[in-house]
């Protein structure tokens, strides 16, 4: 079967050329209590050996089940009811399950997702290559185990020899990526399903693997489907780009070419909300309507708003509102035995956040930018050092003083699932922060839940709902609204967009800008991800390794990075410089 | 490994000294006389009292008193019995009859069990599923002694294919009956628990995983999804370990076997306060160590356990 | 590689009226608003299992409650006339050793069998639930101690420590056997307690709550014990079954209730001296203590799945 396929391709150089994968017409749907509910309706997509293709789309735009359809990977109630999906002119979805098995591994490699749940806990990582090598028949015996080392030391683990024995808990994220990556490609496969494989990663750590991943593909002449979000990593590594929206294509094409010019309001309406260095700072600009149906502009370029906000930046009092100063903190970790090793989560940090600016404090994971946020917050104690607020040190406050600060800094949490207590109502939750101050009377607190609700642009009717029954975006608003109830000055908000959609990530985002100006609040604004950054702050400190290592105005760190940490960071964002149509 | 087997260790001491307290409070220092109350109905001459009191040491302060029968425990001085006998001779003949009444039940419970989950667990919703579960429920809800008499009276009497009650030396052929009964309700929570893992890990992602690497259904099951079901099944049975040594007191009673369980319920039902104790005292100490080394299997099973700090 | 024009592929835009675009994030208003307990009541409601295990639940209540209601024959007037006897008119299940009316005996004995269970269950909940919370929220060295005095009695199985106790005690009624129960039973809801309680304290809600300005105690009330309330209120239903079988079982070993009080466990117990000859003498009182502990863990079974948030995602 392969070698056919090469032949043909090799004849072919004239002529018409066969796909290595064809979709065709592919409809899916799930099984559930109220009947089948489908999940792909009718997509085509074609690719050809050697090629990258990235298919973009939401959460719950059927990316996922499109690309897990391909070999059979679909939960147990999924079922292909319509459709095609041609491999070297071969229809898979006719296959018998041990004609699948044995395209999977050995011509179709697959990279999932998540990698602290994708590996089995309980084998040790070279257990569970080997056994993808033998399964394909790559290698058997002996020869097996150094292929194993052979293809892990490709995915880029150097002292991979060493490390067979051991199991996923002990390695990291990025580690445990690598080595799904070396299963994936273990049997050289024709086509790779790289279901967002790097985006549970830091960018500097997705970099590497994604450039590592690339390097691999190109040497097997192995094609690429990628699954994912970022258009800014679709505009960079996919040639073809496939846009879905609610189980349908949208549109497809040359990446580059729909990524300058978006033609289906869909795809305008993303590309517009991606954020990404070229982005500018969202003014608070009044958009007619947050929810307007038709196209609008999540990153507005309106030059005069973006000269106002640097007048207001120069205007800016002197005096901090939060003020930092050479805080540490450390965390004792018990070790086995008796000892235990000292962390540093928090290293003589010093920065001042100035009253109706957003200072960012941006880092990769174990930076330390949510334990300040904590110590900011007093939900830890600092070990050394000085955190005033208002004037007032804040470290230690007891009573009814910390009472006071709590009223006045309010934190908004990353998790919208989370977030939000499931067995209270949205209008109890609302309320709860006025009831824990006794402000107000019973009908007072109420009016001021539907005032409220109203700011953060949802129906007064929410206020009976329950958590389950909101999506991520609409319980980050309520989340933003029960801070705003006592009317604070401060919010601190850490990765409060990190876990949405790129929609709904600038809706909200544009709702925090507007809220900004006209309660003239304060925001920290805890991130990883710098092409929000770019979006909402007006000055950036930049953590690494629990120290600060560079701070600046927001326009200064992205123009004119002067430290060679905050010049990878930038260089990391996937299409950092693409220039998207908008 | 080292280090967590020694951890474990480290554990079980005071474990051991807080179970051993605690049934020493409850028969000696409840208000009332201990020997008035261990006896109940059956007061002893008062010439074997003064001879229990001397052996309990209920002269001397509480304290040193608990001391001397953890040293009693621990060097097997466990006291006579109402015939005279050292209860450590009664003991030690009697161990290995149960030791392979427990073994017989645990190998049928977790055999069975696991087997019966994963068929369910693979088959979620279909009827051979369906009527497990009815049936793991029904078993569970009939008390062991019940099972006992039902079993007895079918196999034994009705049908004859057993014997109903077990000679001296417990011969494993003999066995199978009552080692059947003694399993039934662990069989029925093992069957419940490997079905509930087995669909769950079906779902998990390495198992996805393993699957789009081109393994075979059949390794993907095994390999993949019975080994990490295994995990919960294996502690359970820690915990079951004291479930058969109370269903051991009840079967081997109706089965009339001469095992711990046998002698331990034949010492009840006489009124032998103070052998029930030590039966009990020891068998606590034999679910202690039983748990011990489930532990050490369970960190085996799972890395997770083992290289934890 | 090759990159001829057959590669070439158009760039294709769907059509506008066959992908229409909704509008961003909007709150579908037309479903009813609905809190996680009646979203369970649904889930439950639906399976025909939890009708079968409220019926027979409620039935047993009102055997219970109002025992006269189902037979007006006595269970203790017997004459060694009818020992062992078969059914006749007015005694449908016939007659025991001592020549008492089975059905009667079936009937009475429930009321002493479930007392003990039902305040078992009530003591072990309250007890049990109240420390494991407080132990699993507060953390420090009430955590230590409540773990290791639990490691303890987990040392204890239950029978097994019930034996030992029921041998000194001095009065046996349901009360004391329930409280013999109920202290070797108390870490198992206590554990699950604990640690329901620590997963619920570190959600975000809870620290959300805490630097909102709402005291430890409250968040403790409000937010952390009714999300963690849902494996206790399902153990709970079980274990009311295992405590029954459990106070068979000591009085099968002649340590549960008095010979003199009418139970189910007495009454399987007695009658293993005539199993061979009349076994349905045996057979009702097991027959009905079953069923009782069976309605028990079929609700406990429906229960759970109604309140698995995993399982009602699946469905």
């Known amino acids: 079967m392969s070698q056919l396929a090469t032949e043909t391709r090799a004849e072919n150089v004239s002529g018409e050329e066969q796909p290595l994968l064809q979709v065709r017409d592919l409809e899916v749907g799930f099984e559930t209590q109220r009947g089948v509910v489908s999940a792909v309706r009718g997509v085509d997509l074609t690719l050809y050996a050697g090629q990258t293709l990235a298919i973009v789309g939401e959460s719950g735009s059927g990316k996922t089940t499109t690309a897990q359809s391909i070999i059979d990977l679909l939960p147990r109630n999924g079922k292909v009811t319509a459709g095609q999906i041609l491999f070297e002119g071969r229809d898979l979805t006719t296959l018998p399950p041990a004609a699948i098995e044995d395209v999977r591994g050995r011509l179709i490699g697959y990279v999932p997702q998540d990698p602290m749940s994708n590996l089995n806990p309980v084998w040790s990582i070279g257990f569970q290559v080997e056994e993808a090598i033998k399964a394909n028949n790559v290698a058997q015996g002996k020869e097996a185990r150094l292929r194993t080392i052979q293809v892990l030391k490709d995915a880029g683990l150097s002292d991979a020899a060493d490390r067979l024995k051991q199991y996923p808990h002990q390695f990291s994220g990025g580690m445990r990526q690598r080595v799904l990556i070396g299963i994936g490609l273990s049997a050289k496969p024709k086509l790779l399903i790289a279901d967002e494989p790097t985006s549970a990663l830091d960018v500097t750590v997705q970099r590497q693997i994604l450039d590592h991943l690339a390097t691999l593909t190109r040497d097997y002449g192995t094609s690429v489907l990628f699954i994912t979000h970022d258009l800014g990593l679709a505009a960079e590594r996919a040639e073809q780009l496939v846009v879905m929206y609610k189980g349908k294509v949208v549109e497809s094409g040359p990446s580059q070419e729909i990524l300058a010019n978006p033609q289906h309001p869909y795809t305008q309406r993303l590309v517009s909300a991606a954020p990404s260095l070229a982005s500018r700072r969202i003014q608070s600009a009044k958009h007619a309507d947050a929810d307007d149906p038709q196209i609008y502009a999540g990153g507005s370029t309106d030059d005069t708003l973006i000269a106002r906000a640097a007048e207001r930046e120069q205007a800016a009092p002197a005096k901090a509102l939060i003020s930092v100063e050479n805080v540490t903190k450390m965390y004792k970790i018990r070790q086995q035995g008796f000892r235990s090793e000292k962390l540093l989560a928090v290293n003589d940090v010093s920065f001042g956040v100035q009253k109706g600016t957003t200072t960012a404090l941006v880092g990769e994971s174990g930076s330390g930018k949510s334990t300040v946020a904590k110590l900011i917050l007093q939900l830890e104690s600092i070990t050394s050092g000085r955190i005033e607020f208002d004037g007032q040190n804040v470290a230690g406050l007891k009573g009814a003083e910390l009472l006071k600060f709590r009223r006045r800094v309010q934190p908004v949490f990353q998790d919208p699932y989370g977030t939000l207590d499931p067995q209270y109502n949205v209008g109890n939750t609302i309320a709860e922060p006025l009831l824990a101050h006794k402000v107000g009377t019973k009908k007072e607190r109420q009016a001021r839940v539907l005032e409220l609700l109203d700011q953060v642009s949802m129906p007064s009717a929410t206020r009976f709902r329950y958590p389950g029954e909101l999506s991520g975006g609409q319980r980050q608003r309520i989340a933003v609204a029960r801070a705003l109830a006592l009317k604070p000055d401060v919010l601190v908000l850490d990765e409060a967009v990190s876990a949405l959609d790129v929609l709904v990530q600038g809706q909200v985002l544009n709702l925090l800008t507007e809220l900004q100006t006209e309660l003239d609040l304060t925001y920290l604004f805890i991130t990883h991800d710098l092409a929000v950054v770019r979006l909402i702050a007006d000055n950036v400190c930049v953590m690494q390794r629990g120290r600060i290592v560079e701070a600046a105005s927001t326009d200064e760190v992205f123009d004119n990075p002067k430290e060679q940490y905050t010049q990878e960071l930038l260089a990391a964002i996937p299409g950092g410089d693409f220039e998207f149509g908008r | 490994m080292l280090w967590y087997t020694g951890k474990r260790l480290l554990q079980t001491i005071p474990v051991f000294f807080g179970a051993t307290f605690l049934i020493y409070f409850m028969v000696f220092s409840l208000p009332g006389d201990p020997i008035a109350a261990l006896f109940g109905d059956h007061p002893p001459a008062p010439a074997v009292i003064d001879q229990i009191r001397a052996e309990y040491n209920l002269d001397k302060p509480f304290i040193v008193q608990y001391f001397l029968y953890v040293g009693g425990l621990l060097t097997g001085d466990l006291g006579t019995t109402f015939s005279g006998r050292p209860v450590i001779d009664v003991m030690v003949k009697a161990f290995p009859i149960t030791f392979r009444l427990a073994m017989l039940a645990l190998a049928f419970e977790a055999i069975a069990g696991i087997l019966v989950g994963l068929i369910s667990g693979l088959r979620k919703g279909k009827w051979f599923d369906s009527s497990a579960l009815v049936v793991s429920l029904l078993l569970i809800s009939v008390p062991t002694f019940v099972i006992g008499f039902v079993f007895q009276l079918v196999f034994g009497i009705q049908l004859g294919w057993a014997r109903t009650t077990v000679s001296g030396d417990a011969p494993w052929g003999e066995l199978v009956l009552p080692a059947i009964v003694l399993a039934t309700t662990s069989f029925a929570y093992i069957v419940r628990l490997t079905r509930a893992s087995v669909a769950d890990n079906l779902n998990a992602d390495f198992v996805r995983t393993a699957t789009a690497k081109g393994l075979s259904r059949r390794r993907v099951v095994t390999v993949h999804v019975l080994r990490n079901s295994l995990v919960p099944v294996v502690t359970f049975l820690g915990v079951d370990v004291g479930s058969l040594m109370v269903g051991a007191i009840v079967t081997e009673g109706i089965f009339n076997i001469n095992g711990v369980g046998g002698t331990l319920y034949r010492a009840i039902n006489l009124g032998e306060g103070p052998t029930v104790v030590s039966f009990v005292a020891v068998m606590v100490i034999i679910f202690m160590l039983a748990n011990l080394l489930v532990d050490l299997l369970y960190a085996a099973l799972d890395p997770r356990i083992r290289y934890a700090k | ?315």
């Not at chain 3, 008492?100 to 305040?119: K, L, P």
């Open chain 3, 1 to 315: 590689m090759p990159n001829n024009n057959s590669r070439r592929q158009d760039h294709f835009v769907a059509a506008l009226e066959d992908t229409p675009i909704a509008p961003i994030d909007k709150l579908d208003e037309s479903q009813k608003a609905r809190s996680t307990w009646a979203d369970a009541w649904d889930a439950m409601r639906r399976r025909p299992m939890f009708w079968i295990a409220s019926s027979l639940i409620l039935l047993i209540i009102v055997v219970v409650l109002f025992p006269t209601l189902f037979t007006q024959v006595s269970p203790t007037v017997c004459h060694l006339a009818d020992s062992n006897g078969s059914p006749t008119g007015g005694h449908p299940l016939g007659f025991t050793r001592q020549g008492c009316d089975v059905f009667s005996r079936v009937i009475h004995g429930a009321q002493a069998s479930v007392t003990v269970g039902v305040v078992t269950m009530v003591l072990v909940t309250l007890f049990g639930g109240t420390i494991g919370a407080l132990a699993g929220y507060y953390g420090g060295w009430l955590d230590a101690i409540v773990s290791r005095v639990g490691d303890i009695f987990f040392a204890l199985p239950l029978v097994l420590g019930a034996i030992v106790l029921m041998q000194v005690l001095p009065a046996r009624t349901a009360v004391s056997v329930a409280l013999v129960l109920a202290l070797f039973a108390w870490p198992q809801i206590a554990r699950i307690m604990r640690g329901a309680v620590l997963s619920a304290r570190n959600t975000d809600y809870v620290t959300a709550s805490i630097a909102l300005g709402v005291s430890k105690f409250k968040v403790l009330v409000r937010h952390v014990i009714p999300n963690s309330i849902a494996p206790v209120i399902v153990i709970a239903t079980v274990s009311l079954g295992v405590y029954i079988v459990a106070e068979a079982t000591l009085s099968f070993l002649g340590l549960g209730l008095p010979t003199n009080v009418m139970s189910w466990g007495n009454d399987i117990s007695q009658a293993r001296t005539s199993i061979k000859t009349s076994p349905q003498v045996l057979l009702y009182p097991s027959a009905a203590l079953s069923i009782t502990v069976l309605a028990f863990l079929m609700m406990g079974d429906v229960v759970r799945d109604a309140l698995d948030p995993e399982s009602r995602a699946r469905r």
